[in-house]
């Protein structure tokens, strides 16, 4: 089952002489993806947690791993 983590981001503490869309760029780069934006600018945004290697025996002839 897919997973995620979340993240709340306030823009109005953006940078001055920045924006808001570089602080969204800067999250969309670290895999992080915008669900919504409230009304005073607190955008919301989340990202799949990958699910861990399972464990068990490899296939004869696999050599990953």
Do not use: C, F, H
């Not at 602080?23 to 989340?46: Q, Y």
């Amino acid at each position: 089952m897919r997973q995620w983590e979340y993240l709340r981001l306030d823009l109005n503490e953006a940078p001055r002489r920045s924006d808001e869309t570089a602080m969204l760029n800067t999250s969309g780069n670290d895999g992080w993806e915008l669900v919504t934006v409230t009304g005073n600018g607190i955008a919301i945004l989340k990202r799949e947690i990958p699910e861990p290697p399972k464990a068990g025996r490899r296939k004869a002839g696999d050599a990953s791993g």
